[in-house]
């Protein structure tokens, strides 16, 4: 028998978690704590998969079955649900942009929550510095390969090569990241290989650090 607010309101929750069925999957979870959560159920490529509409009653019973119903239409036309909510929330992710310079920092930021050496952290704070003229109030889902060898050229104009073949890299890193946590969709420092000079005899060591 489908659910009726009357109903939903005087349930009592139990020792254990218990579900309460509306109708065309859609169920309601009860815990222990008393909190209230809707849940879709249903079959896609033949697996039983669940799909989380939202806690009572900030979510009411009328509101759950037309969330309902919009995931039964997309399994009519193929797609699946959840799928589908993942897709959603990464573009608006996407939407939202965040700036190269602060991307920069949760970077660095996640590096040194990771454990990476206070020397490292502080070079690679250092080649951050070097491309914020250029790059740091874009918005990372923005920048082109122009943009980053402009960085680069600034580097490459005061005899630095090989800080700017660092600059690259780490440039790179942090657009993977940004890739990575859905605020970009593509590496513009792929197409710059090739693009820096590169002198004979350099060690990938080099010693230009804050020259």
């Known amino acids: 028998m489908p659910l009726t607010d009357t109903a939903i309101r005087n349930l009592s929750s139990r020792e254990k978690p218990f579900k309460v069925s509306d109708s065309h999957g859609l169920y309601l979870l009860v815990n222990p704590g008393g909190s209230r959560l ?34 039964r239409l997309l399994l009519v036309d193929g797609y699946d649900p959840s799928v589908e909510r993942q ?9 939202q942009g965040i700036s190269f310079s602060d991307l ?21 704070e250092w080649l951050v510095t070097l491309a914020e003229p250029q790059l740091g109030r874009l918005e990372v889902k ?48 792929l197409a710059l290989k090739g693009a820096l000079i590169r002198l004979s005899g350099i060690s990938t060591h080099g010693t230009d650090w804050g020259d």
Do not use: C, M
């Not at 079959?43 to 759950?64: C, I, M, Q, T």
């Not at 959603?88 to 939407?95: I, S, T, V």
């Not at 942090?174 to 890739?179: D, E, F, G, L, P």
């Open 104 to 124: 920069a920092k949760e970077y660095l930021d996640k590096l040194r929550r990771e454990g990476r050496a206070e020397q490292t952290l502080r070079k690679l």
């Open 87 to 95: 897709k959603r929330r990464r573009q608006e992710f996407l939407e």
């Open 142 to 189: 923005e920048i082109e390969a122009q943009d980053v060898l402009a960085a680069l050229r600034a580097v490459e104009v005061e005899g630095k090569f090989e800080t700017a073949a660092r600059l690259r890299s780490t440039i790179g890193s942090i657009i993977r990241y940004a890739i990575a946590t859905g605020r970009a969709t593509q590496d513009p420092t």
């Open 38 to 71: 809707w849940r879709f159920k249903y079959r896609f490529n033949g697996r039983e998969k669940l799909l989380a509409l939202g806690s009572y009653p900030l979510v009411g019973l009328k509101h759950a079955r037309e969330k309902r119903d919009q995931a």
